[in-house]
């Protein structure tokens, strides 16, 4: 690696004013080292611009998953840690004392600043919440296998909870863009995630580098 080649690209960077950096070497996955070392020097001459790098995304052989995952999460990252960073301010100042928790696409929660750093996995969290509710609401009766509906004015999403066990899946899309992070399997296809992905009144500068 020629540290030279990412000095320039940093200064071309800046004269783009770019917003979001997508790192995805090739490989990555196996030995993140250029990828860290890169990732540094941004943080250093950029800090204002969000990074997005593969080996914290997803550490897997294939490729064009872990590009797309990777630029996704670039995408969105800067739009949600600027909503969250509001969200707290706001809540800070009406003394909210207790704990902010954002949900992830597998049903779990996490907090701002991990949601801020993964944020490409918040994208398909809200068809997660209806397994989580039905299993809820079924446990009391006795029932462990469901069929549950997640509808809005975006998506009808149906999933399965089999021996009280939410289906989960590595394999998703995001518009026409593949998502490899784990999410809530739903039975019939859902474009929710790409709606909320698409839909941004801000006007942004981001640019892929793999």
């Known amino acids: 690696m020629k540290l030279d080649d990412a000095h320039a690209a940093v200064r071309a960077f800046k004269v783009d004013q770019v917003e979001a950096i997508a790192e995805s070497p090739l490989w990555s996955f196996k030995n993140p080292r250029h990828e860290q070392q890169i990732a540094e020097i ?20 294939r490729v064009y998953e872990r590009h797309s995952t990777t630029a996704l999460n670039a995408y969105v990252g800067p739009v949600l840690t600027r909503y969250l960073t509001r969200l707290q301010t706001a809540l800070a100042a ?61 998506s009808f999403d149906v999933a399965l909870v089999k021996n009280a066990e939410p289906a989960v899946t590595t394999e998703g899309t995001i518009g026409e863009h593949r998502i490899a992070c784990e999410h809530a399997s739903p039975t019939l296809p859902s474009d929710r995630g790409a709606h909320a992905a698409r839909r941004s009144p801000e006007k942004s500068n981001r640019r892929n580098a793999s």
């Open 42 to 61: 941004l943080r250093t001459e950029l800090p204002e611009v969000y990074v997005s790098l593969s080996s914290e995304m997803l550490q897997q052989i």
């Open 94 to 154: 009406h003394d909210f004392r207790g704990d902010l928790l954002i949900m992830q696409s597998n049903g779990g929660v996490m907090a701002p600043d991990v949601a801020q750093r993964f944020a490409s996995n918040t994208l398909l969290s809200g068809p997660a919440g209806a397994p989580l509710a039905g299993m809820f609401y079924g446990s009391p009766h006795g029932f462990r296998n469901l069929i549950t509906v997640d509808m809005s004015g975006t």
